[in-house]
């Protein structure tokens, strides 16, 4: 008699076409494509026109999934929706995104957990699977960066790093003797720190000033509603952080660098994941990046680069994959899965 477990059925993703290289960036930065690739080995990334939002950009990518799967819509009973650049505040874009693909009473839920946000809706979704609650669950991870940055002098630092894009899966319910053997979702490490919440976040619009408003025309005018970063910080505690969680959760699994086919990295410096790859002493053959042509997409990064290495024939049916995440909050995740 197996377990109940949930699996990768379906994947799909999708960027917007307009592409903006470095070049294409250096006048209205006052940067050069020299200094971003060799800072985070960027050298392009996808930015929406200005009638597309993050609901959009999941349509397309949830509906590739789905369609991967073998599945009607009919047949997702849940969304897990990671964004942290919402359509609007409230109600969750997950909601806009269940209208737009014509789906009705699923529940949908929205998680903010930055970039390491896809890595915790895949736990989440399959708590709900492997608990028998849900058989079919829609997991999607969409940013519309390009609206919400400092595309000035000042914002560089954070402005360069920047995409948009999405990504999702189908997991779906399935009976496994052997989890470690089998495709299915293996385990999850899940890890936050807000003492360093501050490092990297957007202050503005919020309730936590002392003001009567959530947004004013100072806030605006000191441009707190622009991401802000403190880049040596954030390297120094993602390199650590994500080979801490990788290492023990491989430990906990009885499992080795050696055992895993494909490292699938959140994709925010290119110096970070050498980093991690180096501290893990994993051969470069077997990490998986995309960095270079979509920047970081937070939430969409992991799903975008699992279909791109599919489509690539790096990663194939049976194989064993590791991921890891850090990101604002500070949050990280790692993750253990066979597609």
């Not at 993050?54 to 369609?67: C, G, P, Y």
């Not at 000035?152 to 399935?174: E, K, Q, W, Y």
Request: charged share 20%; hydrophobic share 40%; proline share 4%.
């Amino acid at each position: 008699m197996g377990v109940l477990a949930s699996k990768i059925i379906g994947v799909g993703s999708y960027v917007p076409p307009k592409v903006y290289k470095n070049t294409d960036i250096e006048e209205m930065m006052n940067t050069s494509d020299e200094w971003i690739v060799q800072r985070t080995g960027i050298e392009q990334r996808h930015w929406v026109d200005s009638k597309t939002s993050t609901s959009d950009l999941a349509v397309k990518a949830s509906e590739e999934a789905i369609s991967n799967a073998g599945l009607n819509k009919e047949d997702i009973d849940m969304i897990v929706f990671a964004t942290l650049s919402p359509d609007f505040d409230f109600p969750g874009t997950g909601c806009f995104l269940q209208a737009k693909l014509g789906m009705s009473e699923i529940p949908c839920l929205d998680l903010r957990q930055q970039c390491s946000g896809f890595l915790y809706a895949m736990s989440v979704a399959d708590k709900f699977i492997s608990t028998g609650t849900n058989k079919n669950i829609l997991v999607v991870g969409a940013e519309v960066h390009s609206k919400g940055l400092d595309q000035t002098p000042d914002g560089r630092n954070v402005a360069v790093l920047f995409g948009d894009g999405a990504g999702a899966i189908v997991m779906s319910a399935a009976e496994v003797n052997d989890k470690k053997s089998e495709p299915c979702f293996i385990d999850a490490s899940l890890n936050s720190d807000g003492k360093y919440a501050k490092e990297l976040w957007i202050p503005a619009p919020g309730t936590g000033f002392d003001s009567s408003e959530r947004m004013s025309q100072e806030m605006l005018d000191e441009k707190l509603h622009y991401p802000q970063m403190n880049g040596r910080t954030v390297f120094v505690h993602a390199t650590k952080r994500m080979a801490e969680s990788l290492g023990a959760l491989l430990e906990k699994n009885n499992l080795t660098i050696d055992d895993v086919d494909v490292f699938l990295f959140h994709q925010a410096n290119l110096r970070i994941n050498s980093k991690v790859a180096e501290m893990m002493g994993i051969p470069e053959e077997k990490v998986f990046n995309t960095i270079q042509k979509y920047g970081n997409t937070t939430a969409a990064t992991i799903p975008l680069g699992m279909h791109d290495a599919m489509k690539e024939g790096v990663l194939k049916p049976g194989m064993l994959v590791a991921s890891a995440a850090f990101g604002a909050g500070f949050t990280w995740a790692s993750a253990l899965y066979r597609v």
